[in-house]
């Protein structure tokens, strides 16, 4: 057996590869990757962020880690957000949740710095399923790549019109930009783009669909 291990940028590019150990034409590839996001510090203090790296522990406190007391995350919970803060002196979330690839939420920086965390974990391959409700939901991509959300990134929309996408400005003032899917391929005002470690607001107007990505690692 072949084993390798690639270290990945944020934009899915090969940086390392290490041991290497051949036996036969059986392959097993193992990449690990890392990203950073940034919550910048007041006026503009919030960022929606996502997880898209795998771990042994899928939660806040543990792809959310280091962050100043005071710190809060928004989860939605498909009605109304819920609240985690986080406490530096025992270095956790209260209370902790699940955080798995493809989820996200807010981060709101109370303090007067730009906040920055890494993200670390396995890229996930192959077919990769997210469920995405109707209504509002907050989505992300399940791999760590940039893209327009439907042509490259793979996010599945009602083919009639009608599913919206909103994207947190990172402005003064906040609000969001929006983007709604018209049909045949259309959206207006154009199609967006969503960046590596962000997420955004899926508003499904029909039924609930699944994002299916087949990704793999060339």
């Known amino acids: 057996m072949r084993t ?12 390392g590869i290490a041991s290497t150990m051949a036996q036969s034409n059986v392959y097993s590839l193992n990449v690990v990757g890392y990203y950073n996001v940034t919550v910048p510090p007041s006026p503009t203090n919030f960022r929606m962020v996502a997880n898209q790296l795998n771990t042994t522990n ?4 543990g792809t959310l880690t280091g962050f100043p007391s005071g710190t809060i995350f928004l989860r939605w919970t498909g009605v109304t957000f819920a609240t985690h803060e986080f406490i530096d002196s025992v270095d956790k979330w209260d209370p902790d949740s699940p955080l798995a690839p493809g989820e996200g939420g807010f981060i709101r920086n109370l303090t007067g710095g730009t906040i920055t965390n890494t993200f670390v974990g396995e890229v996930l391959q192959g077919s990769l399923t997210n469920p995405v409700p109707q209504g509002f939901s907050i989505e992300a991509s399940m791999v760590p790549q940039a893209g327009t959300v439907t042509t490259q990134l793979g996010l599945k929309v009602n083919e009639a019109g009608g599913d919206f996408v909103l994207k947190w400005k990172a402005t003064a003032g906040g609000g969001y930009d929006t983007y709604e899917y018209i049909g045949a391929g259309e959206w207006d005002p154009t199609e967006p783009t969503a960046n590596v470690g962000e997420a955004f607001f899926s508003r499904k107007i029909a039924a609930p669909q699944t994002w299916v990505r087949n990704f793999t690692v060339p």
């Open 4 to 15: 390798k291990t690639l270290i990945l940028a944020a934009a899915l590019t090969a940086a």
């Open 58 to 61: 899928n939660t806040l406190n």
